[in-house]
């Protein structure tokens, strides 16, 4: 089953949006799950990770605002985000491995698997 997103859309700056993506393939043992985002013309800037043992890393630019977890059935990973910013705007990505070593957001070039991406654009 590939990774698809959901939760995508449209918010005034201020405002939450909430990010889904099905993920039970890659959660039965090791595995690193992550959030990436990237603004057309620009490079991919990874956003938040988490790993089998639910070590959680986020880029400075979200930490405080954003929040990535899995459920407890550990068959959807999310991606809560408060107060965004205009800069926020972009296509997000999740991405998954079956391993957990060097989880990091920014190691998103490990990453075998995408789902096809989701906008999210913030308004001033």
């Known amino acids: 089953v590939p990774l698809v997103e959901s939760g995508g859309g449209s918010v005034q700056s201020g405002g939450s949006l909430g990010l889904s993506c099905a993920a039970s393939?890659?959660?039965?043992?090791?595995?690193?799950m992550g959030w990436i985002r990237q603004v057309a013309g620009k490079k991919r800037e990874g956003v938040a990770s988490?790993?089998?043992?639910?070590?959680?890393d986020y880029a400075d630019s979200v930490k405080g605002r954003f929040t990535i977890s899995l459920d407890n059935a550990k068959t959807t990973l999310s991606l809560h985000m408060m107060n965004l910013k205009v800069e926020d705007t972009a296509i997000y990505y999740c991405?998954?491995?079956?391993?957990?070593?060097?989880?990091?957001?920014?190691?998103?070039?490990?990453?075998?698997?995408w789902g096809p991406g989701t906008q999210v654009t913030v308004s001033s």
């Open positions: 991405a998954a491995r079956t391993s957990s070593e060097f989880c990091y957001y920014n190691e998103h070039d490990a990453f075998p698997d």
């Open positions: 393939q890659y959660t039965s043992e090791k595995y690193c």
């Open positions: 988490i790993d089998s043992n639910g070590r959680t």
